[in-house]
């Protein structure tokens, strides 16, 4: 069975840090490109990052950039989201995503596999 689980999430004050972590089973993640995705109260469902597994090459929304780090364990199996510098704006559900050969990151239609989310609530 496959499956994504996220884990991580919590209440945070601005500035501070949270590592989100994406574990696979059933299937490995060395051979799935991993999307992060957020959704805030309201909101669509947005990607923040993506790791290729084809060129090891890392995307990020311009919100996050110099903020946010995706990296891979792949001994854990495992994909990771440390996030720095948080925001309010940054405050939403995160899910972690899986598929095969994905070319616009940003979208969530590219993703077969989809984590039931973790909650990052930024606020003082």
């Known amino acids: 069975q496959v499956e994504l689980v996220e884990s991580g999430g919590g209440l945070v004050q601005p500035g501070g840090s949270l590592r989100l972590s994406c574990a696979a089973s059933?299937?490995?993640?060395?051979?799935?490109?991993i999307g992060w995705f957020r959704q805030a109260p309201g909101k669509e469902r947005e990607g923040v990052s993506c790791i290729n597994i084809n060129d090891g090459n890392t995307y990020y929304i311009d919100s996050v950039k110099g903020r946010f780090t995706i990296f891979r364990d792949n001994i854990k199996n495992t994909v990771y989201l440390q996030m720095n510098s948080l925001k309010p704006e940054d405050t939403g559900v995160y899910y972690c995503?899986?598929?095969?050969?994905?070319?616009?990151?940003?979208?969530?239609?590219?993703?077969?596999?989809w984590g039931r989310g973790t909650q990052v609530t930024v606020s003082s």
């Open positions: 995503a899986g598929g095969s050969w994905v070319r616009s990151w940003w979208r969530s239609t590219e993703y077969d596999y």
């Open positions: 059933g299937f490995y993640l060395d051979y799935t490109d």
